[in-house]
């Protein structure tokens, strides 16, 4: 999608298929767009086709230059926008867009950014309406015999009545580029999500990491089934043994500043197709377990938007990938595992396998020398029950380290919800035979699957992300498509720039 932002321009000279124009309810009865617009949308309003509802849209077949064939209204929330409004303000405006078959759309920037946007800054505001245009605009890959032509949004002009100062044009396309590195970036984890199992096996989720990697010139390393056992890696071995497609051990390494220190290390649980292995699940709903590897599709996310950022920070990310799938040769319940820490592990339910293969990804992001950590995994249906598709569920030994997750949370739109981690929860992870066991059972089943995954930073700040929720969905809902979501792409690559802003000030 190509982005420009021209100043000095009327909608009466803007070359597009569509004008997209946002309006409030008051503007919609009282008027205040334009002495051109107002009494269409006055007719508009009275006939109830379309009143100024926030995050509806009415297209409307009205020529106002030679260029423009439509105009779209989008409704707002009344009074000063968020960076959450507007990125939902754009993605209705890009819905409908690629709805109507448009290739190329404008929308109006007022001069000055006060009554825009609460941050009153224009990078982020441009961030925010860039990403929303592409997380609209998305479309679930299909395999249909006789593909329908559709039309994809294909260009997007920002444009300003009036003179907009340099320093405003250099911030408004500091955050174009942003916007699309992550919103981009989001889009790129859910089609890894969207895979169907059969055409994402966890050598082919390694080739996409590799592919990621050369494509940014990143080091990447696949360790195959030979090279784990060397190492001990127990537990990813043990989860992997009952398919015949063999797992991996997936590291990407971003090195943006002049030393390997203070280095972020993201986890992501790279389980692509779960059936649950001995314990089996039930059929209904089983389709859906294609995305049990979102939390790998997660990091894979924010290390495309590193690349394209490079901003200056340390980020190795590990994804242990497997299949879980009942044979003759898969793990079972009571067996006992010994991971890469050198943890023994009594498993109780081989449908718990997600917190056995993030033990050992966590074990091996600290060899590599990560001294943060976050995991992100699809890890436990108790988190469903608790939250729905609503938020993300978290728990932490870090209190300070999971609140700036949280801050950036809510500037990209995205809703985390703490989970207490009391010395109890640790307690139920004991077992009388191994270090530790893979169930506790139904009560605070969301803490204790994160706790045990935590028991493996060793002391270190450390986040854990239950994304089970929130990484798939079964209908769309504000900037995220039915299917895939790519959810904390964005929150997690606000935290890295975040942080990279601080040590660069």
Known sequence: M?????????????????????????????????????????????NRLFDGTANRSFVWPESISSGTRLLIWVGRPEGILTSEQLRLVAAQAAKAAVKSGIR???????????????????????????????????????????????????????YIEGNAEAEFEAAWKEG??????????????????NLPGNKLLPEDLAQKALQLAKRYDFEAQVLDE???????MGGLLAVGKGSIHPPRMITIRYQGRETW???????????????GGVSLKRAAGMEDMISDMGGAATVLGVMEALGRIRPKVNVVMV?????????????????????LSGRT???????????????????????????????????????????????????????????????????????????????EFWDKLKSEVADLRNQTGREGGTITGGL??????????????????????????????????????RTISDWILRGAEAVKD
């Not at 174009?176 to 999500?193: N, P, V, W, Y």
């Not at 220190?261 to 779960?274: A, P, Q, R």
């Not at 992300?465 to 790519?486: M, N, Q």
């Open 345 to 423: 592990v009594e498993v109780l339910n081989t449908d718990a396998e997600g917190r056995i293969v993030l033990a050992d990804g966590v074990t091996h992001a600290k060899q590599l020398g990560a001294s943060r950590l976050i995991d992100v995994a699809t890890l436990t249906g108790a988190v469903v029950l608790a939250l729905g598709d609503i938020a993300t569920g978290a728990v932490t030994n870090d209190e300070t380290f999971l609140q700036e997750l949280i801050a950036s949370s809510r500037r990209a739109g995205e809703k985390i919800w703490p989970l207490p981690s009391y010395p």
């Open 452 to 489: 045990f995954v935590g028991t493996f930073a060793d002391g270190l700040p450390w986040v854990h992300f239950d994304i089970a929720g929130t990484a798939y969905l079964s209908k769309e809902r504000g900037v995220d498509p039915r299917g895939a979501t790519g959810v904390l792409v």
């Open 226 to 232: 030979e090279a784990m056992v060397e190492k001990g």
């Open 2 to 46: 190509k982005w420009t932002l021209k100043s000095n321009l009327t909608a009466e000279q803007v070359q597009a298929d569509a004008i997209i124009v946002p309006v409030t309810k008051k503007q919609a009865k009282e008027g205040g767009i334009s002495a051109a617009w107002d009494p269409l949308l006055k007719q508009l309003a009275e």
């Open 104 to 158: 190329r759309a404008a929308i109006q920037i007022p001069h000055t950014m006060v009554s825009f946007t609460a941050e009153q800054t224009p990078r982020d505001a441009a961030q925010a309406l860039t990403e929303g245009f592409i997380l609209g605009s998305y479309r679930k890959p299909h395999y249909k015999r006789d593909a329908s032509d559709h039309t994809d949004l294909e260009e997007i002009l920002y």
């Open 176 to 193: 174009m580029s942003l916007g699309q590195a992550i919103g981009e970036a989001t889009c790129l984890a859910r089609d890894l999500t």
């Open 261 to 275: 220190d203070d280095v972020i290390g993201l986890v992501g649980k790279g389980i692509t197709f779960d059936t």
């Open 319 to 339: 994804i242990p990938s497997a299949e879980n799938v009942m044979s003759g040769g898969a793990f079972k319940p009571g067996d006992i595992v010994t991971t």
